[in-house]
């Protein structure tokens, strides 16, 4: 029999004795409470005791009010035993509570944790060394240790026992892990392929949010009509299998382009695009323009990177565009068509431990040639325009700091990118050129309380994002390698080529609101400079003081092509509507 049921029945069997014998005449009455006390209390003081009962002085005794007593002074959670002794005294009935306090805090470990050391779990508990053990107080401190394990996302995580010895306090913990991770459906697709977008491994601690970000990614790469995930017990108790199936859909896709431009006139042409070549993950694609902007293109890439596999592409281009204006300090000169054939091969791959690292280094063979010159505003303009062959080295290293686990983008990229030309394989020319990049991502939070309605939702939130670019040279850099501003992917109030120079300043910012999940609306500010073009002695320098900006409204819609772009820009003379695919940056 424990102690709490001896208690009890002790008790009862007093007031049996003393209210309900027989031999006690029936109209005497109760014994009231002539005196309250606490014994067996060290640290706790006896006032904080008896204000949770409820039994008075000078109320008659209850039977009922001391069960209450006992029980409340136990839900204090500071005593391992709670018990009374009841006195005759003058008067009437002493009641004591007798009580056994918890041992005093002298330490507080825990095992079987790895996701998090002890001084991480220890800044959530609020018991501290050197105070009475508090059952109640610690299992709050048990619920905040499993709120912070679920609030990242290791929701199977749990408390499997507390053991109490003298003032040593040790917590259980129980981390799941990953199991298998089986993958099924998947007949086009490899399964290397499918595997390498899963962010969890076998071993590693079960996070939901890392599945759930890692579905999202494999179902937006357009690979399947559906992904789904079940579960099974793993190999042991600790562990979980992941049961995967994916529903493939085709990732060849033909499209359509035809567009109109004030300046370029009327093209349009076919093109083919294989987004999972092979089922190997790789980008195949061919096509073609017609019209006054007439292209030709081919090329195949692996875009996937890490510190063992390397990503890479190749690719062959050939353009004839009619029409072209050269600019000079935002001034027509030259009216002119151009014939530039290209040919690229490049390679990279992550650094070895830290994979926010990595580098990638392109060939890059041009062949320049610029012809049927009309409209001179200067004799002899056309003596500017580059005419030759061009073999670069680019090369550029990159930290990417935004989160891998998310299926949106968030934190920021660095690149840093250097373009040595050579006299040498065909080369004619001779520079460097050298830039930098840094691009930056943030989720924008209660933009819908402004509006009484939600954008978005937790996978796809609204997005500001900023990319700013500097750019300097050395040496004589061709027209055709100039830092070029204006158009589609720099500066949107203004044409293609309309500033030019060896050295560059550019700043764009977006806001990107989703208001469907395949329809965006986007609001953005660009501004930028170029130069230094070599032709012009009046072009300045960098100065950010010395820049033109261009701000606009803009649509994304998701379409089995790809992501459909469509700005509208004004820059400082006319507004220009550009229409492509993809995000900008």
Known sequence: MNEHLKKTWRI??????????????ASAAEPLVSALGVDGNDHVVAEHILGVVGTRVGEPLS??????????????????????????????????YIVRENPVVEQITFSGNNIYKDEDLLKVVFTMPGTVFNRVFFRNDLDRIQE????????????????????????????PKVGNIIIQGNRKTKTKVIAREIKLKKGDPFNTTILRHSLNKLQNK?????????????????????ILTVSEQKTGRVGLSISHGT????????????????????????????????????????????????????????????DRYYYRRGVKQLKYDDDVKNIYLGAGRK????????????????????????????????????????????GTVSRNNTDPYLSYSKGDIIDFNIEQALEALGGEYSYTKYWLQAR????????????????????????FAARIRAGFSSGDVPTASLYSLGGSSTLRGYDSGYFLGSEMFLANFELRIPIEKAFSFVLFYDAGNAWKNPWDTNGGSFSLSDLHDSWGVGVRVKTPLGNFRLDHATGEDESRTHFSFGEMF
């Open 12 to 25: 009862l069997l007093f007031l049996f004795v003393v209210l309900l014998l027989p031999n006690v005449a």
């Open 63 to 96: 039977r009922e009010q001391l069960q209450s007593d006992v029980e409340a002074i136990y839900n204090l959670g500071f005593f391992s035993f709670v018990d009374i002794n009841l006195q005759s005294i003058a008067g009437g009935i002493g009641v004591t």
């Open 148 to 175: 912070k394990y679920h609030k990242d996302g290791y929701v199977m995580v749990k408390i499997a026992d507390v053991v109490v010895e003298g003032g040593l306090i040790d917590v259980k913990i129980v981390e």
């Open 222 to 242: 357009g690979f399947f009509d559906d992904v789904s995930i079940g579960f099974e017990p793993g190999e042991n108790e600790e562990e979980t299998d992941i």
């Open 263 to 322: 300046e370029s006139g009327w093209s349009g042409g076919l093109a083919y695009t294989d987004s999972n070549w092979k089922g190997l993950g790789h980008i195949a694609e061919v096509g073609f323009e017609m019209g006054d902007n007439e292209q030709y293109w081919i090329s195949y890439a692996e875009p996937y990177m890490d510190s063992q596999n390397f990503a890479w592409k190749i690719g062959f281009s050939k353009r004839k565009w009619e």
């Open 351 to 394: 650094f070895g431990r830290d994979e926010k690292f990595s580098w990638f280094l392109t060939l890059d063979w041009k062949d320049v040639d610029a012809f049927n010159f009309r409209e001179r505003i200067h004799p002899g303009i056309e003596d500017e325009l580059t005419r030759g062959k061009i073999f670069a080295l680019i």
């Open 440 to 463: 930056y991502y943030t989720p924008v939070k209660g933009l819908g309380d402004l509006f009484d309605r939600q954008f978005g939702d937790e996978d796809n939130p609204a997005i």
